[in-house]
């Protein structure tokens, strides 16, 4: 992997993990909307051919015990693969 791959992969997880780190979801009562905000940067990434899979990973490990409402990776990767998929047939 190359500089530039690294800095796209380090930007990637950086607003991922801006999105995680929030606890505006969790006191406004709609975890679940963290986790769809969540998803739609995880889409875009995976549009751009960033390893979404490897964000992911890094911030389902940091904070899954603090955010109980994060899907696993196998999951996400289901969610992630349907509506990719999805825009794909469309394009």
């Known amino acids: 992997m190359d500089s530039e791959d690294d800095e796209k992969l380090l930007d990637w ?14 006191q406004i009562g709609h975890p679940e909307d963290q986790v ?7 889409l875009q990434a995976a549009t751009a051919g960033a390893n979404w899979r490897e964000i992911y990973r890094s911030i ?10 994060f899907p696993d990776l196998n999951a996400m990767a289901a969610e992630i693969e349907h509506y990719g998929s999805g825009s794909k047939k469309s394009a």
């Open 13 to 26: 997880l950086t607003r991922c993990e801006a999105i995680a780190g929030s606890d505006a979801y969790l």
């Open 36 to 42: 769809i905000v969540l998803k739609g940067i995880l």
């Open 60 to 69: 389902y490990e940091k904070w899954h015990s603090r955010r109980p409402h």
